[in-house]
């Protein structure tokens, strides 16, 4: 699927923003959404292009669920990739 087009193909599209981007100020109608958000990332069919695409970016200014996982979640994939990335010429890529 080209990278151009797997929004077409997101469980999301057309869905409330609001879910993914939480803005209210309650924490239970926040957690509400965050879970609606979540369990429709959880069967959608291009999650890993959408993990994918969301982690080429600095998970700091990223906000919002992304493929099913948080900011803070994405901010832990990005450090232990990053650590992997520059432990040094033991870890070299093949």
Do not use: Y
Request: proline share 4%; charged share 30%; with cysteine.
């Amino acid at each position: 699927m080209a990278a151009a087009d797997w929004r077409d193909h997101a469980a999301c599209k057309g869905k409330p923003t609001e879910w993914w981007f939480p803005q209210s100020k309650q924490w239970k109608q926040r957690h509400d959404d965050v879970q609606k958000a979540k369990a429709i990332c959880a069967v959608c069919d291009v999650k890993i292009d959408c993990l994918l695409w969301v982690m080429q970016f600095d998970q700091h200014q990223m906000h919002g669920i992304w493929a099913g996982t948080t900011q803070r979640q994405r901010v832990e994939i990005q450090t232990r990739r990053n650590r992997r990335i520059t432990k040094g010429p033991d870890n070299e890529f093949p």
